[in-house]
Structure formats: C-alpha cells, structure tokens
C-alpha cells in the first residue's frame, strides 16, 4: 500500500497508517494490503475535515474490488479487511484520541463511517462486477470444452490442457447424463450450481463438469464402474431429477443416462447413448422421469435394421387394425401382457382392465394374427413386434415405406 503525506493536524507523519494497514490484514486472514489502496487516507482526512470521497477515489475503490476477485480473495475477507482497518485507524488515530469534545467525536464518527459505508459498497459492486465477468469467461469456457469433449473430435492434448483448470480427468471411465425442462431452460447458474453441489456432495467427487448445450443441461460426471446399470449410474439420474425439481417455472424434467466408457472418446459416447436414449423416450411417450441408455438398448437393436422390424411389424400385427376397436387397444393389452411376466391377473392390474378383457383381447389378438401369446415360440414374436411398433409409433404414426 502506498501511504503519502496528508495534512492531519497531527504532527506525527502518516506511517502509523501503513501499521493499521499490516493489522487489518492479518485480521482478515493475510489479505494483501494493496486492496486498501488511499482507503485509509480517506478514513483519517473524513475524522479531521469531514470530507466525503470524490468520485474518483470511489472508482478506486471499486477498481480494487474487481482485483480481489481477480486475486481469488473471498468477498467475506475483503469486506472483512475494510471493515477492521476502519476499527484500527479509529482507535489509533491520533487527533481524535486526543480530543475531549465529545461534538468533534460525534462529527469525526458520522464522517468516517459514511466513508466505510461508500467505500465498503463500492468494494462490494466493484467486487460482484469482476465476478459476473469471470464467471461469464468461465461458463464459455465451460461450454466450449463440454461441446469438443461430446463431439470427440478435437485434439486430444489439448483438451487434457483445457480440462485442467475444471480439475476433470479425461483418464478416467466418465458417463454424461442429460436434463431436459418440459419447459425452457431456467436460470442456468442456479441450475448448474445445484447441480454440481448435490453430485459433489452425494457422490463425493468434485471431478465433475456440468454446462448447458442445445437447451439441456449436460452433467459429465466419473463411473467406479465400466459395467452396465450399476447403483452409481442409477444414482446419479435420480440425484439429478431430486435436485432439478425443486427449481420453479420448468414444467418437470426427464433425465438421460449414457453408460459410463472409459477415454476420451468415451465421454462421446455416453453423450451418443444419453441423446438417443432422450430422444427415444420421448418417441415412445414413456412415463419414466430418469431413464437410462441400457434400459433402452433393445430399442436400438430393433431399429439398427429398421427394413426388418417394418417388415417384422406389418407381417405380424397390421391384421390388428381389423379389430372393432383399432388395434391400438390389444397392442397395448400385449405389451401389458409382456411387461407383467405374461401373468394376466398382473397385466389387468397394469392395465386398469378386467382379467377376462384381458384374456378376451388376447384370445383376439390370436384370432387376427394367427400368432398365440400363450405359446413361448409365438410369444418372442409377438414381443418382438410389439417392442418395434413402440419404437416405430405405430399405429398412430404409418409405418416407413422399405
């Protein structure tokens, strides 16, 4: 801190304020000193003559806010730091002390604290300013390395430099699990902050990365584990769901899971599964709020041939549409029928049907189809039909020409 020469009316010179400047410091934890600037000089100008800073110091002190935030120290400390040496200045100052009056001390009070007051505010938006600009620097950064790590096609080097600063280690297994609002996008910050605060917290590990893209909020986080459906990766969708909720005005949420790879290139990868898995439940107007890309896989093996499962689908279950009802009703009665384990009593249950509809739409579906849901070698085929109209949206949507 530079200390210069001020007329005081005290005789000693101006040295006494560097040592409140070295006091308040420690007081505040080791904050440099240098963030006081003339602070101190104005203190002890306002106790003797009452003047108020000009514009131009305050602009001082705010410009000293912006590099406390840029130096890392905390708001806390730096508010901490003005607000002791202001304790220390007016117990040491020197013509205050002295002074009997008790309108002079009354006077020098008002004066000095209506500095700490201009100054400490100042401080404070200087301080908010540089903050919103680094975080604003920090979230571009953020999204542009989430965006090269999902594209997976950039230079692996250099991406290992980038991942440095956000302590992510592109060595270990990662899965990326995506959140869609049923709504817009809320305030990002608040959703990115709670987010990584319950991983950080639950997960117990902070090398964890969370950014936006595209409208959905993407989470990269690590896997203990390479395998499919571990807790972990249940967890982590679930966690994500808990947290996501509580925020207002998103209209819900649904959450994606990819499988956890190992590598860089597996970071692509999970995103690839997490994106087709969303976009999947969605095609299949699945009532799940966290949905994993394991759970979805037998979709993407039906679909990889897709010419086979339209053929598998019209072959199979267009007879259906000769039924009174459409064929909607008896699809979903099968599909019913397969979820419960082939158990009609549990079908009707799932269903919110009688167990004789059950049986009686069943017994339909045999008559039309020629195919017995009874019968095991028939059964496979039926599932299988049924699982690749779900995946196809059919019967309300046509089936593709192939």
């Known amino acids: 801190m530079t200390v210069s020469r001020h007329e005081t009316g005290d005789p000693a010179d101006d040295g006494w304020l560097l040592t409140v400047a070295q006091e308040a410091g420690r007081d505040a934890g080791d904050v440099p000193i240098e963030l006081l600037g003339d602070y101190l000089v104005l203190l002890a100008e306002a106790a003797v003559t009452g003047r108020r800073p000009r514009r131009s110091e305050l602009d001082a002190v705010s410009r000293l806010g912006r590099t406390a935030a840029e130096q890392g120290v905390s708001a806390g400390k730096a508010v901490q730091l003005y607000l002791s040496a202001a304790r220390l200045l007016w117990r040491h100052l020197p013509l205050v002390a002295r002074s009997r009056d008790s309108e002079v001390v009354r006077a020098a009070a008002d004066a000095v604290l209506q500095v700490v007051d201009d100054a400490v505010a100042t401080l404070a938006e200087g301080y908010a300013a540089a903050r919103r600009d680094l975080v604003r620097r920090e979230e571009t950064a953020r999204r542009e390395l989430v965006d090269d790590l999902l594209r997976g096609d950039s230079d692996p080097g250099a991406l290992v430099q980038r991942a440095e600063p956000f302590g992510l280690s592109l060595t270990r297994v990662h899965q990326v699990a995506l959140a869609a ?9 608040a959703a990115i902050s709670a987010l990584e605060a319950v991983i950080f917290d639950r997960l117990g590990d902070r090398d964890v ?15 203990d584990d390479s395998g499919i459906g571990t807790p972990r990766d249940v967890r982590l969708g679930e966690l994500m769901h808990a947290e996501l909720k509580r925020l207002p005005r998103t209209g819900g949420w649904r959450i994606s899971v990819g499988r956890p790879h190992p590598g860089l290139y597996g970071i692509a990868r999970s995103y690839e599964e997490a994106r087709d898995a969303l ?7 699945l009532d799940r709020e ?4 394991h759970d979805l896989l037998v979709y993407r093996v039906l679909l990889r041939d897709q010419p086979a499962i339209v053929d598998l689908v ?5 007879p259906l549409r000769q039924s009174r009802t459409g064929a909607q009703p008896l699809l979903d009665t099968l599909a019913g029928y397969f979820d419960s384990g082939a158990i009609a009593t549990e079908a009707a249950r799932r269903l919110h049907v009688a167990v004789r509809t059950v049986t009686y739409r069943l017994d339909r579906v045999k008559a039309l189809t020629g195919y017995d849901p009874a019968d095991p070698a028939d059964r496979f085929t039926l599932q299988a039909a049924t699982l690749g109209a779900r995946a196809l949206g059919w019967p309300d949507q046509p089936l593709p020409a192939i």
């Open 209 to 223: 990365l969370v950014a936006t893209k595209e409208g959905l909020l993407v989470v990269l986080a690590p896997s």
């Open 314 to 318: 019209r072959a199979v279950l267009e």
């Open 181 to 189: 609002p049923g709504r817009r996008l809320p305030d990002t910050a």
């Open 290 to 293: 966290v949905v994993g890309a």
């Open 279 to 285: 976009a999947m439940a969605r095609r299949l107007h």
